[in-house]
């Protein structure tokens, strides 16, 4: 999943629309419980500070960039 996300946090669409970031639930466990994250990877979609969406498990570049496209338009 990182390399898909790598790519489309430096993608020319996608670059000035979000910012992408990565969190280790194995080094920060009390983070991931308080988020909810049960499984992993786990995707969660902020927006003005608030989670607004989640996916789990591994999903396609295009299916990534739809699901942005619907939640922060």
Known sequence: LTPILEKIATSDSMKDKILIKKLNADE?????AS????????MLL???GQCVDTRVGLQSESVITDWIDQMVD
């Open 28 to 32: 920060n466990p009390n983070t991931s």
């Open 35 to 42: 988020l909810g994250v049960r499984g992993l990877p786990t």
């Open 46 to 48: 902020f927006k003005n």
